[in-house]
């Protein structure tokens, strides 16, 4: 079955860096491609950044660009965000998912940007 383990959250000062990795399993991962997608509080669920299923290609949301850096690892099934310069805004649920509709969800690791 299709699975995605979140995982690298947790809490961190303003300014600092995090880096998130999604580890999938139940698919042939290499022939997808993925985005990250996060939630805040009374915020709906916002996709923050997406990457090819080859890395030719990345597109970020306004918001992180400059700042956050998506990448992934074909070999090891595995997804990444790596966040820089962290705000208090970024404080949120962070999912990974296949670029396709209706997809599955994972848990998500929390994101806490805070003094």
């Known amino acids: 079955q299709v699975q995605f383990v979140e995982s690298g959250g947790g809490l961190v000062q303003p300014g600092g860096s995090l880096r998130l990795s999604c580890a999938a399993s139940g698919f042939t991962f290499s022939n997808f491609g993925m985005s990250w997608y996060r939630q805040a509080p009374g915020r709906e669920r916002e996709s923050v950044a997406t990457?090819?299923?080859?890395?030719?290609?990345?597109t970020y949301a306004d918001s992180v660009k400059g700042r956050f850096t998506i990448s992934r690892d074909n070999g090891k099934n595995t997804l990444y965000l790596q966040m820089d310069s962290l705000k208090p805004e970024d404080t949120a649920v962070y999912f990974c998912?296949?670029?396709?509709?209706?997809?599955?969800w994972g848990q998500g690791t929390q994101v806490i940007v805070s003094s």
């Open positions: 998912k296949r670029t396709i509709y209706n997809d599955f």
């Open positions: 990457i090819t299923r080859s890395s030719g290609t990345t």
